[in-house]
Antibody
């Protein structure tokens, strides 16, 4: 059974930093693209970032230059380093696994809440 | 960025009756390989989203056959042949052809 467990969310002041983690199990982590998607409370979904099996990163324009996605295949883990955080980054952040031959988001974690506020 | 537009925003449905959701993209999602890079997701209340349909019309594993997807280019439709109570939630379309991936605003399906 595929499991994705996010952690690292919390309250941070504007301009601060936070590092999210996603622990993966139940599949060969190194063979799949991985994604981060966020959802402000009561609002819709926004794709944030993805990382390919070769480590190639991709970002939404709203986070490019501030967020860094990475993966550590030996630990079956995905990360999102978030710097220069703004109030608009407040959301639940989901980790998601891409399909084996595409970027469809086949499995999702339960999410971790990031709140940016003074 | 590709803009995804869904309609309606809200859809009251009667159990046993059909339902349909529309999704339009600002650019064609048809690749030269013949695939349309359009997904449908359902987010049930209090849950994470789940993949329903990929590549416009391919049901994901475990998805009931009352769900079907169709369309090509810029116009897509998700149909539920007979709505069940467990189908309530917010439905999102998403394009996976170009980075950044983009979602539609969502359609909230609720029981009348």
């Amino acid at each position: 059974e595929v499991q994705l467990v996010e952690s690292g969310g919390g309250l941070v002041q504007p301009g601060g930093s936070l590092r999210l983690s996603c622990a993966a199990s139940g599949f060969t982590f190194s063979r799949f693209d991985m994604h981060w998607v966020r959802q402000p409370t009561g609002k819709g979904l926004e794709w944030v970032s993805a990382i390919g099996i070769s480590g190639d990163p991709y970002y939404a324009g709203s986070v490019k230059g501030r967020f860094t996605i990475s993966r550590e295949n030996a630990k079956n883990s995905l990360y999102l380093q978030m710097n220069s955080l703004r109030a608009g980054d407040t959301a639940v952040y989901y980790c998601a696994r891409g399909r084996s031959d595409g970027w469809d988001l086949e499995d999702w974690g339960q999410g971790t809440l990031v709140t940016v506020s003074s | 960025d590709i803009v995804m537009t869904q309609s309606p925003l809200s859809l009251p449905v009667t159990p046993g009756e059909p339902a349909s959701i529309s999704c339009r993209s600002s650019q064609s999602l048809l690749h030269s390989n013949g695939n349309n890079y359009l997904d449908w997701y359902l987010q049930k209340p209090g849950q994470s989203p789940q993949l329903l349909i990929s590549l416009s019309s391919n049901r994901a594993s475990g998805v009931p056959d009352r769900f079907s997807g169709s369309g090509s280019g810029t116009d897509f439709t998700l149909k539920i042949s007979r709505v069940e109570a467990e189908d309530v939630g917010v439905y999102y379309c998403m394009q996976t052809l170009h980075v950044p991936l983009t979602f539609g605003g969502g359609t909230k399906v609720e029981i009348k």
